[in-house]
T-cell receptor
């Protein structure tokens, strides 16, 4: 079974600073997909960034970037120039296609507070 | 586009009652999903569908049923509600399995 672990239940960062959220996962598969989703207080889940395991290049979306270490099974999210609107729960998620896969497995989440 | 819509937003059920959570999407996505989110936890997949007439179980399907008669709609049925089903329920859809999932606003269900 696939598992996703987010070891930081809560984090805080000052506005305009950089913060990194950690995520590790466990799988015996070689081809899979990794995601970071954001859940603000409105409860709406929003995709932040997506990484395909076969791509060595780290995904980037504006102020959000990942550090994907396949051998270490690590997928951390870096938020640069943090903004108040980044305050939210952040969930790391993982998907393998086919077999017992075809489903997103979520970590327990990290609550991020951006302070003015 | 309305995206993914869910009704109702809130509901309180008594133990043993039944109800249907509605979900609809207007993006012509083939794939649709139902998740539950317990307090302080990540989402867990209940059921998913790869197209009209095709559904499959997720991680936590017991106590739930689904149907998919059209591309747009994917209702979730709770039979004989139990306190363990108290949760927030999210519906989502995607173009392909490994692509971005678009989520609805959620339904907060309390079973007492």
């Amino acid at each position: 079974a696939q598992t996703v672990t987010q070891s930081q239940p809560e984090m805080s960062v000052q506005e305009a600073e950089t913060v990194t959220l950690s995520c590790t996962y466990d799988t015996s598969e070689n081809n899979y997909y990794l995601f970071w989703y954001k859940q603000p207080p409105s409860r709406q889940m929003i995709l932040v960034i997506r990484q395909e395991a076969y791509k060595q290049q780290n995904a980037t979306e504006n102020r959000f970037s990942v550090n994907f270490q396949k051998a270490a099974k690590s997928f951390s999210l870096k938020i640069s120039d943090s903004q108040l609107g980044d305050t939210a729960m952040y969930f790391c998620a993982f998907m393998v296609l086919g077999g017992a896969g075809n489903m997103l497995t979520f970590g327990g989440g990290t609550r991020l507070m951006v302070k003015p | 586009n309305a995206g993914v819509t869910q009704t109702p937003k809130f509901r309180i059920l008594k133990i043993g009652q039944s109800m249907t959570l509605q979900c609809a999407q207007d993006m012509n996505h083939n794939y649709m999903y139902w998740y539950r989110q317990d307090p302080g936890m990540g989402l867990k997949l209940i059921y998913y569908s790869v197209g009209a007439g095709i559904t499959d179980k997720g991680e936590v399907p017991n106590g739930y049923n689904v149907s998919r008669s059209t591309t747009e709609d994917f209702p979730l049925r709770l039979e004989l509600a139990a306190p363990s089903q108290t949760s927030v329920y999210f519906c989502a859809s995607s173009w392909e399995l490994a692509y971005e999932q678009y989520f609805g606003p959620g339904t907060r269900l309390t079973v007492t």
